[in-house]
């Protein structure tokens, strides 16, 4: 656990753990995608109004939220992760360039986040912890101290908040999906699959 608090209009700072170490934002990566939004908007590429299904087009929509026969596709309200997947392709279409480059152009650097990156497949090897998370999936790597003797390949793919699995194991070539079926054990996703992963020898 860390914490960092700062009030520069005093100089008061406070500070827990480790605040140097790396840590996933997740969720929070939301501001982000809404203040490059909200600057596309300024720069008069968007308005608020302006309709999914005119930036991505109708065929990106069709079926996407399908309720009472009714397509609701077009009309989508940015209220879930879904739709903040959708708003970053909407980056990219309306500026011709990758998310993550928007927002290091837009964010990263205008305000000297020099710690701060996007997950994406060009930065898997920036961070070495156990779990890396990003694009909508997890890498999980069991560290080599756990399993000195025999070292257990990564999983890439997602686990849920009630157990379940979908995993794929590249250097074994093994897909895996499943569940433990429980959430009394949150952490019990992570080592079970590497250890039936290690034992599919």
């Known amino acids: 656990m860390s914490f960092a608090i700062e009030q520069p209009s005093t100089g008061f700072t406070w500070r827990f753990g480790d605040v140097e170490q790396p840590f996933y934002i997740a969720g929070i990566t939301k501001l982000y995608t809404v203040a490059i939004i909200m600057q596309l908007r300024h720069e008069g590429i968007l308005s608020l109004d302006t309709r999914v299904a005119a930036v991505l087009g109708d065929e990106a929509m069709r079926g996407l939220v399908v309720h009472d026969g009714h397509d609701y596709g077009a009309e989508i309200v940015v209220c ?17 360039n990758s998310s993550d480059h928007e927002l290091s152009q837009r964010v990263i650097a205008p305000l000297g986040l020099e710690s701060t990156w996007l997950f994406t497949e060009r930065s898997l090897d920036r961070h070495h912890e156990p779990i890396d998370y990003g694009i909508g999936m997890m890498r999980y790597r069991t560290p080599r101290w756990q399993s000195p003797l025999s070292p257990i390949p990564e999983l890439i793919g997602h686990s849920g908040s009630l157990g379940t699995v979908l995993h794929y194991a590249p250097e074994r070539d093994l897909y895996m999906s499943g569940t433990v079926n429980q959430m009394r054990s949150r952490s019990l996703p992570y080592p079970l699959p590497s250890r039936l992963v290690a034992e599919c020898a």
């Open 80 to 96: 879930s992760d879904t739709n903040y997947d959708l708003l970053g392709r909407i980056i990219e279409v309306s500026t011709s």
